[in-house]
Nanobody
Framework: QVQLKESGGGSVQAGGSLRLSCQIS????????MAWFRQVPRKEREGVAR???????DYAYGMEGRFTISRDITKNILYLQMTYLKPEDTAMYYC?????????????????WGQGTQVTVSS
């Protein structure tokens, strides 16, 4: 059984940094797509960054350069390093995984999701 659990969220001032982690239990070797999404109340979930097999990456507009997605295959952990955080980055952040190829515009394609970790950026 696959489980995803995020950690690393918290409160930070604008300009600060956070590193989110997503611990994956179960078989992650077969995942073709792994990603971070975020969501604020009353808005749709939006893609942040994606890594897909074998190790290609892409980012939502405006996030490349500030955010970096990476993974440690040996530890089954997906990371999101966030720098120069802005108040508009405040959201619940979720990691997601799929055994198929899905892009950041297709959150419904991802079969596996964590419970989320809250990031709050104050001005």
């Amino acid at each position: 059984q696959v489980q995803l659990k995020e950690s690393g969220g918290g409160s930070v001032q604008a300009g600060g940094s956070l590193r989110l982690s997503c611990q994956i239990s179960g078989d992650s070797v077969s995942f073709k797509s792994m990603a971070w999404f975020r969501q604020v109340p009353r808005k749709e979930r939006e893609g942040v960054a994606r890594v897909w097999y074998p190790d290609d990456k892409d980012y939502a507009y405006g996030m490349e350069g500030r955010f970096t997605i990476s993974r440690d295959i040996t530890k089954n952990i997906l990371y999101l390093q966030m720098t120069y955080l802005k108040p508009e980055d405040t959201a619940m952040y979720y990691c997601a995984a799929s055994r198929e190829y899905w892009g950041l515009a297709s959150p419904t394609g991802f079969e596996f999701w964590g419970q989320g970790t809250q990031v709050t950026v104050s001005s």
